[in-house]
């Protein structure tokens, strides 16, 4: 717990628009996604038919969409970062096998490997300054 406090204070005296602006748009693009998945669900279950023969199809089909639409959302705001992030990582690990165990698309790898690099980087960097974690951490 020393360390994400530690981690935190880092990051808040090191913050830079730039990278909130990098967070809001990694946010959006997760929300376009799930919103893309909710009203093309045919779309995703084509997606993820190369792993359902190994069970749990209609638990991600259920999961992946609500996850990237709120997750997307919380993300924007900074609400809870690291636990939204958290929540994007098997669905981004799964991408990114999907793409080699089914049709792999160079374009849709790469997409992948971006967005779960970037996840990542928040997942340690934080929220960051302008973000309501922030803002609810001064309030106290």
Not at 49 to 62: A, V
Not at 69 to 80: K, R, T, W
Not at 130 to 139: N, P, T, V
Request: glycine share 10%.
């Amino acid at each position: 717990m020393e360390n994400v406090k530690s981690l935190n204070k880092w990051a808040n005296s090191h913050t830079y628009l730039p990278v909130d602006l990098v967070r809001i748009v990694l946010g959006g693009f997760l929300f376009m996604k799930g919103v893309s998945f909710v009203t093309n669900i045919q779309y995703l279950h084509d997606l993820i038919s190369p792993i359902d023969k190994f069970g749990g199809g209609m638990f991600m089909l259920h999961y992946i969409a609500p996850a990237h639409m709120i997750g997307g959302i919380m993300i924007i705001f900074g609400l809870l970062t690291r636990w939204a992030i958290a929540a994007q990582l098997p669905i981004l690990f799964g991408a990114v096998l999907i793409n080699f165990m089914g049709k792999m698309h160079s374009e849709s790898l790469i997409l992948a490997l971006m967005v779960l690099f970037v996840c990542i980087f928040f997942l340690f960097y934080g929220s960051g300054k302008h973000s309501a974690d922030y803002y609810f951490k001064m309030q106290q």
